[in-house]
T-cell receptor, first 113, second 118 residues
Framework: GQNIDQPTEMTATEGAIVQINCTYQ??????LFWYQQHAGEAPTFLSY????GLEEKGRFSSFLSRSKGYSYLLLKELQMKDSASYLC??????????????FGRGTQLTVWP | DAGVIQSPRHEVTEMGQEVTLRCKPI?????LFWYRQTMMRGLELLIY????????DSGMPEDRFSAKMPNASFSTLKIQPSEPRDSAVYFC????????????????FGEGSWLTVV
């Protein structure tokens, strides 16, 4: 399996910027994903990185360094609705595991007014 | 476009009863995943199908669990007999055979089936 590590909880205030880090160990790296999951709902896709660097999508950005096994999700101009769990997931391309995603435990972000 | 459709959304059953969860993947997707989510263990992959064939079932907890995918548009996850420790949210997810620069092999989740075994 994979070792995907991310903080359990984070808090921030409305309007602020927060960075959620994720480290991983895997062979046959085939991409890194971030998902958002609100309480009682399904995970929804936020971002995908397969090459090193920053991918920006509106208020959310995701960064990847493959050599360091490291990614972060950056959330800007935080809103109350951003309170959710953020899941880091890694895709492998090794043999029978092609296409499957390994998920971290998630980081519960609470945004305060 | 319709997303991944799961049923039932909620089920409460007594220990020892059989539970069948159903999933219809997104049309055109050729990979289907069954995940289980609990507070203790997070999101765990139970089994993964590609083109209706089970590829990796190493996450299936024990013989009480079984999954089938008789065709490209339907899958079931069965628990028989059910136990209280099976209480969890069971998610079905699917992914497309086509990859693009911005989403790769993203998987898309259904709304989940919330199972409580008493």
């Amino acid at each position: 399996g994979q070792n995907i590590d991310q903080p359990t909880e984070m808090t921030a205030t409305e309007g602020a910027i927060v960075q959620i880090n994720c480290t991983y160990q895997t062979s046959g790296f085939n991409g890194l994903f971030w998902y958002q999951q609100h309480a009682g709902e399904a995970p929804t896709f936020l971002s995908y990185n397969v090459l090193d660097g920053l991918e920006e999508k509106g208020r959310f950005s995701s960064f990847l360094s493959r050599s360091k096994g490291y990614s972060y999700l950056l959330l800007k101009e935080l809103q109350m609705k951003d309170s959710a769990s953020y899941l880091c997931a890694v895709s492998e391309n090794r043999g029978s595991t092609l296409g499957r995603l390994y998920f971290g435990r998630g980081t519960q972000l609470t945004v305060w007014p | 476009d319709a997303g991944v459709i799961q049923s039932p959304r909620h089920e409460v059953t007594e220990m020892g009863q059989e539970v069948t969860l159903r999933c219809k993947p997104i049309s055109g997707h050729n990979s289907l995943f069954w995940y289980r989510q609990t507070m203790m263990r997070g999101l765990e992959l139970l089994i993964y199908f590609n083109n209706n064939v089970p590829i990796d079932d190493s996450g299936m907890p024990e013989d009480r669990f079984s999954a089938k995918m008789p065709n490209a548009s339907f899958s079931t996850l069965k628990i028989q007999p059910s136990e209280p420790r099976d209480s969890a949210v069971y998610f079905c997810a699917s992914s497309s055979p086509h990859r693009d620069r911005y989403s790769g092999n993203t998987i898309y989740f259904g709304e989940g089936s919330w199972l409580t075994v008493v």
